[in-house]
Nanobody, 127 residues
């Protein structure tokens, strides 16, 4: 069982930056591929980024690559998401998720791939 807890969300002005964190409870964290998703009010949960077990490979949503950067520290059982040049369209609840499945560009973008989810952290970008 892996418990995930997100933090770092908040209110930021457009053009600003935030760094989100996801802390995992399990020592098996280093064996999990990790993903970030977000869900805006009235919209479906969408893929943001994913990172493999070793932290050597990452995928991003096409519209976000270049502004968002995912990283992990297996020694601290943590994953982070650096978000730059934020716009009001980035306003959403952001979730981290873990999977013991393979790191695949197609499946890592799909919510059913993930076994464990955090409770989410709210990010609000004001114009």
């Amino acid at each position: 069982q892996v418990q995930l807890v997100e933090s770092g969300g908040g209110l930021v002005q457009a053009g600003g930056s935030l760094r989100l964190f996801c802390a995992a409870s399990s020592r098996t964290f280093s064996f999990a591929n990790m993903g970030w998703f977000r869900q805006a009010p009235g919209k479906e949960r969408e893929f943001v980024a994913a990172i493999n077990r070793s932290g050597t490979s990452a995928y991003y949503a096409d519209s976000l690559e270049g502004r968002f950067t995912v990283s992990r520290d297996n020694g601290k059982n943590a994953v982070s998401l650096q978000m730059n040049t934020l716009t009001p369209e980035d306003t959403a609840v952001y979730y981290c998720a873990a999977t013991d499945g393979p790191f695949n560009m197609v499946t890592m973008k799909q919510t059913p791939t993930y076994n464990y989810w955090g409770q989410g952290t709210q990010v609000t970008v004001s114009s």
